[in-house]
């Protein structure tokens, strides 16, 4: 079974330019997350989709973060205009069912 | 964005010893569960826990579910190698169709041999 992919793997750019990220989540999974690590701490959830329908995105910075997932399978996460603070890695997540996630090997973000 | 309370924030332990680290918060939860995260790949489950005082094992892995519903520890026997990375904690609330999963900060454990 092939797992949540994500790319790019890496991304460096000056602030205040834009970026984006794209996620394909396993085949079937309903539900997509975008998380936010920064280096140190535990991931912080952005973004919770069911199907194309946003659940819950309570803590994304609106005015700087938008994401979508217009066929209720891949998802992108921008950016826009990005922020020192704003370096991380951002990591997909997939869900069919219950409680298990399954992450993305994530993107990590500099910003310079 | 509330962070669960990780402890020890990092160990150094030798091959074969036992590992203990918990995790506490000021809120209930529903369901705790215990994730690993080896450096450049994102968590991966071990344990979830659904029931206040539940006790469950997965291999050399032990967690339990703290009878107040807002803390849980891990236990790892006879460390290897591979056992390292870091520990997460996680908490889950369900509400509705949003069931939030909040993280704790994190234990780094390192396994000398």
């Known amino acids: 079974e092939a797992g949540v992919a994500q790319s790019p793997r890496y991304k460096i750019i000056e602030k205040r330019q834009s970026v984006a990220f794209w996620c394909n989540p396993i085949?079937?999974?309903?539900?997509l997350y975008w998380y936010q690590q920064i280096l140190g701490q535990g991931p912080k959830l952005l973004i919770q989709f069911q199907n194309n329908g946003v659940v819950d995105d309570s803590q994304l910075p609106k005015d700087r973060f938008s994401a979508e997932r217009l066929k209720g399978v891949d998802s992108t996460l921008k950016i826009q205009p990005a922020k020192l603070e704003d370096s991380a890695v951002y990591l997909c997540a997939s869900k069919q069912t219950g409680e298990k996630l399954f992450f993305g090997s994530g993107t990590q973000l500099s910003v310079l | 964005g509330q962070q669960l309370n990780q402890s020890p924030q990092s160990m150094f332990i030798q091959e074969g010893e036992d590992v203990s680290m918990n995790c506490t918060s000021s809120?209930?939860?529903?369901?705790w569960l215990w994730y690993k995260q080896d450096p450049g790949e994102g968590p991966v489950l071990l344990i979830a826990?659904?029931?206040?005082?539940e006790l469950t094992s997965n291999g050399r892995l032990t967690a339990q579910f703290g009878i107040t519903r807002k803390d849980s520890f891990l236990n790892i026997s006879a460390s290897i190698p591979s056992d390292v990375g870091i520990y997460f904690c996680?908490?889950?609330?369900?509400?509705?169709?949003?069931?939030?999963?909040?993280f704790g900060t994190g234990t780094r454990l390192q396994v000398t041999l």
């Open positions: 809120s209930i939860f529903n369901t």
């Open positions: 085949s079937g999974h309903a539900t």
């Open positions: 996680a908490g889950q609330k369900n509400t509705g169709t949003a069931s939030k999963l909040t």
């Open positions: 826990l659904y029931k206040a005082g």
